[in-house]
């Protein structure tokens, strides 16, 4: 089974701080991408990436940066937090394309 | 412009009745669809998927119809049970074969 391990479940911080969102997956999967959920509005790919190094901006990478500097870890960065980016962040990998995505269990951020 | 579409937020169904959840997709391009169910505080578990040369597919009591003249897919679960009840994602893979597009969601609500 694939896991897909995010480093917090919950977590709360203050507007103006950065914020870093760990992302680990334990299949050697050459993708990776971060998403938001928020309701009413499903799930909104912010950023992803086809392999070490490389990333794309998804549909809404307004206030976010990622990095991947190991195959493994995908880490999703906040710059300077906002209210607005209240909400449930999640991870997904995918083997290759053309394939399902398999889901961390989400990261409940606050942003006060 | 929304790609996928899922119209109806909500469902209720009786336990032991069949649920048909719906989904529209705008893209002709698409030829990868699949349906994630979402319980809350939890990241979407991978349900089913269909490829755009069949028109049906199924996996026990869930079975995923296609219909590309009409750029529609559903999701049938039958008998539904109190368990299903969760959230439903309909998505579409984009031609590049790598992210997914998702709808907005469909609530899934199982009477006993």
């Known amino acids: 089974d694939v896991k897909v391990t995010q480093s917090s479940r919950y977590l709360v911080k203050r507007t103006g701080e950065k914020v870093f969102l760990e992302c680990v997956q334990d299949m050697d999967h050459e993708n990776m991408f971060w998403y938001r959920q928020d309701p009413g509005l499903g799930l909104r790919l912010i950023y992803f990436s086809y392999d070490v190094k490389m990333k794309e901006k998804g549909d809404i990478p307004e206030g976010y940066s990622v990095s991947r500097e190991k195959k493994e870890r995908f880490s999703l960065i906040l710059e300077s937090a906002s209210t607005n980016q209240t909400s449930m962040y999640l991870c997904a990998t995918q083997n290759r394309g053309n394939q399902p995505q398999h889901f961390g269990d989400g990261t409940r951020l606050s942003i006060l | 412009d929304q790609q996928v579409k899922q119209n109806s937020p909500s469902l209720s169904v009786q336990e032991g009745r069949i649920s048909i959840l719906n989904c529209d997709y705008t893209?002709?391009?698409?030829?990868?669809f699949l349906w994630y169910k979402k319980y809350p505080a939890e990241g979407p578990t991978f349900l089913i998927s269909?490829?755009?040369?069949?028109d049906k597919n199924e996996d026990g009591r869930f079975t995923v119809f296609l219909n590309k003249s009409a750029k529609h897919l559903s999701l049938h679960i039958v008998p539904s049970q109190p368990g299903d009840s969760a959230v439903y994602f309909c998505?579409?893979?984009?031609?590049?074969?790598?992210?997914?597009?998702f709808g907005k969601g469909t609530t899934l609500s199982v009477s006993s």
């Open positions: 893209n002709s391009m698409f030829d990868y």
């Open positions: 269909i490829s755009s040369i069949k």
């Open positions: 998505a579409a893979i984009d031609q590049a074969g790598t992210a997914l597009i």
